[in-house]
């Protein structure tokens, strides 16, 4: 995983660029909602990949979404969605 | 919310040891298995908290991510019932009580009517108790047909009945006949003649010849409008004679009332005995005799113990007070004897008056040998069209 290499765009999310739909819906792209610094709810996932209280990485297909803070928790997950708590400091997209 | 429905399905805490058991997560929300409380232990180790079903498919999906599980703790409320399976008084006593309370609320305690203006719900409530429909009374074996046939015979006032019973409590509905106006047939042939004595004003007969012209005096009974009306071209015709008939009337009403009347001095000597009533069988609380008064108030006052939200218990509390008494003269005064008998004059009259105005009313009040006679005319502007069949 090094940072200089950009993924190429998939041919659904060109498609959704094109038509100007929400990308999420029609190429599957994980989606994140962040309430303030405590919550994150996050769509599409694939699953974790790295778990601790101060650092998750989340595959989200393309990108690994890693979330840092302390105190983070796991508060329910499936196999599309999860929900994080604690204290966000940040959230970076690794490629 | 959450965590009480958690608590009702139960948890099971579990650790997680093995290289990546972010793998087994991954497998576990993949198909399926719910899981929260997620804590790291160290490295290789996690703890998580999942419903019982979870823990049971868990092992398969172990065995893939190459990961052991074990169980920390169990908690909620299958787990503790499981614990007490044993204990055979315990879960014999549970559904008893479950039982014994199902079985009481088959049994009404309470009746209350509704719907019911001219009947009293005394009445009602009597008449029921008379055909075995009374408070402790086994509510499946209360049949309505029958009580509805019962009770439409028992009380001609009623044109429908029907219990409805939630719990402890039935609900009494009834509705009331509406008595049938006399309505003479349009097409049956008609007088209309004076209902009281007075004076004509007006005379709008809109069927029927009219045989009095404002200004003359009519006697009870006399024909104002006749429905026989003969002519030379049709020849003689019977009709519905229909008119509105203002006469000028007089009333002269009187009333009596002796000033000196008997009253009550109390003696300060009174008995009070209470008498609980537990669904309809009285104790009474009083050893000691009742007294002898020769002349006494009686008191009633009762006190059902209730419940929140209107509902009543069977048990009741009457408190009976008696007040000895001896009689004893007292006057009224005129003028208050006389403003009594005044308002119950001018309601008297205008219970007589239909369709009318008082014009005119004088007062008069006279006493002789302690009794005040006082005396209303009353001049009135009234209908007194009264219709009636021609006889045959």
């Given at each position: 995983m090094?940072t200089?290499r950009e993924?190429?765009?998939?041919?659904f999310?060109?498609?959704a660029?094109?038509?100007?739909?929400p990308?999420?819906?029609?190429a599957?792209l994980?989606?994140?909602?962040?309430?303030g610094?405590r919550?994150?709810l996050?769509?599409?996932?694939?699953?974790?990949l790295e778990y601790?209280?101060?650092?998750i990485?989340?595959?989200?297909?393309?990108?690994?979404v890693?979330?840092?803070?302390?105190g983070?928790?796991l508060?329910?997950m499936?196999?599309?969605?999860l929900?994080?708590d604690?204290?966000?400091?940040?959230?970076e997209?690794?490629? | 919310m959450q965590?009480?429905v958690n608590?009702?399905?139960g948890s099971?805490?579990?650790d997680i040891?093995?290289?990546f058991?972010e793998?087994?997560l991954?497998i576990?929300?993949?198909?399926?298995?719910?899981?929260?409380g997620?804590r790291?232990?160290?490295?290789t180790h996690?703890?998580?908290r999942?419903?019982?079903?979870?823990?049971?498919?868990?092992?398969?999906f172990?065995?893939?991510?190459?990961c052991?599980?074990?169980?920390?703790k169990?908690?909620g409320?299958?787990?503790f019932?499981?614990?007490y399976?044993r204990?055979h008084?315990?879960i014999?006593?549970f559904?008893?009580?479950?039982?014994?309370l199902?079985?009481?609320?088959?049994?009404?305690?309470?009746?209350?009517?509704?719907?019911n203006?001219?009947?009293s719900?005394?009445?009602?409530?009597r008449h029921l108790?008379e055909?075995?429909?009374?408070?402790g009374i086994?509510?499946?074996?209360?049949?309505i047909a029958t009580?509805k046939?019962e009770?439409m015979?028992?009380i001609?006032e009623?044109s429908?009945?029907t219990?409805n019973r939630?719990?402890?409590?039935?609900?009494?509905?009834?509705?009331?006949?509406?008595?049938?106006?006399?309505i003479?047939p349009a097409?049956?042939?008609c007088?209309?003649v004076?209902a009281?004595?007075?004076?004509?004003?007006?005379?709008?007969?809109?069927?029927g010849s009219?045989q009095?012209k404002?200004?003359e005096?009519v006697?009870?009974?006399q024909?104002?409008?006749?429905?026989v009306?003969d002519?030379n071209?049709v020849g003689t015709?019977?009709l519905?004679?229909?008119?509105d008939?203002?006469?000028?009337?007089w009333?002269?009403l009187s009333?009596k009332?002796?000033l000196r009347v008997a009253?009550?001095?109390?003696?300060?000597?009174s008995y009070t005995?209470?008498?609980?009533i537990v669904?309809g069988?009285r104790?009474n609380?009083?050893i000691?005799?009742?007294?002898?008064f020769e002349?006494?108030d009686?008191?009633?006052?009762?006190?059902?113990?209730g419940l929140p939200?209107?509902?009543?218990?069977?048990?009741s509390?009457?408190?009976?007070t008696y007040?000895?008494?001896k009689?004893?003269?007292?006057?009224?005064s005129q003028?208050?004897?006389a403003?009594?008998?005044?308002?119950?004059?001018t309601?008297?009259?205008s219970?007589?008056l239909?369709?009318g105005e008082?014009?005119a009313?004088?007062?008069?009040?006279?006493?002789?040998?302690?009794?005040l006679l006082v005396?209303?005319?009353?001049?009135?502007?009234?209908q007194?069209?009264?219709?009636?069949p021609?006889?045959?």
């Amino acid at each position: 995983m090094s940072t200089e290499r950009e993924p190429k765009k998939s041919l659904f999310e060109r498609a959704a660029d094109v038509f100007d739909l929400p990308a999420d819906v029609l190429a599957g792209l994980p989606r994140l909602e962040i309430a303030g610094c405590r919550r994150l709810l996050m769509e599409n996932h694939r699953g974790i990949l790295e778990y601790s209280g101060e650092q998750i990485d989340i595959n989200g297909g393309q990108v690994v979404v890693r979330v840092k803070g302390k105190g983070l928790d796991l508060r329910a997950m499936n196999a599309n969605e999860l929900s994080l708590d604690g204290l966000l400091f940040s959230i970076e997209f690794v490629f | 919310m959450q965590q009480t429905v958690n608590f009702l399905r139960g948890s099971v805490e579990v650790d997680i040891e093995g290289a990546f058991p972010e793998r087994f997560l991954n497998i576990c929300a993949q198909n399926g298995i719910e899981f929260w409380g997620l804590r790291r232990l160290d490295d290789t180790h996690l703890r998580v908290r999942v419903h019982p079903s979870g823990w049971r498919a868990m092992p398969p999906f172990a065995l893939k991510a190459q990961c052991r599980v074990s169980l920390v703790k169990q908690r909620g409320v299958p787990f503790f019932l499981w614990r007490y399976r044993r204990r055979h008084g315990f879960i014999l006593g549970f559904l008893l009580t479950l039982g014994v309370l199902y079985g009481l609320s088959q049994f009404v305690w309470e009746f209350e009517v509704v719907g019911n203006e001219l009947v009293s719900s005394e009445t009602i409530l009597r008449h029921l108790a008379e055909i075995g429909v009374k408070p402790g009374i086994y509510g499946p074996s209360i049949d309505i047909a029958t009580i509805k046939n019962e009770m439409m015979l028992h009380i001609d006032e009623l044109s429908w009945l029907t219990v409805n019973r939630q719990g402890s409590l039935a609900t009494v509905e009834v509705r009331e006949r509406i008595p049938k106006p006399e309505i003479l047939p349009a097409d049956q042939p008609c007088n209309i003649v004076a209902a009281k004595d007075g004076l004509i004003l007006r005379v709008d007969a809109r069927t029927g010849s009219a045989q009095v012209k404002a200004g003359e005096t009519v006697t009870k009974g006399q024909l104002i409008v006749s429905g026989v009306v003969d002519s030379n071209l049709v020849g003689t015709r019977f009709l519905h004679a229909q008119a509105d008939v203002y006469a000028r009337t007089w009333y002269d009403l009187s009333a009596k009332m002796p000033l000196r009347v008997a009253a009550k001095t109390y003696t300060g000597r009174s008995y009070t005995r209470r008498i609980l009533i537990v669904a309809g069988y009285r104790m009474n609380f009083s050893i000691l005799g009742f007294p002898s008064f020769e002349k006494c108030d009686k008191i009633v006052k009762t006190a059902t113990l209730g419940l929140p939200f209107g509902a009543t218990l069977p048990v009741s509390l009457v408190t009976e007070t008696y007040t000895e008494y001896k009689p004893a003269a007292a006057s009224i005064s005129q003028a208050s004897a006389a403003e009594a008998l005044k308002a119950s004059l001018t309601r008297r009259l205008s219970a007589l008056l239909d369709e009318g105005e008082v014009l005119a009313a004088d007062v008069t009040a006279v006493e002789s040998n302690g009794v005040l006679l006082v005396s209303l005319k009353a001049e009135c502007r009234e209908q007194i069209a009264l219709t009636i069949p021609l006889p045959k």
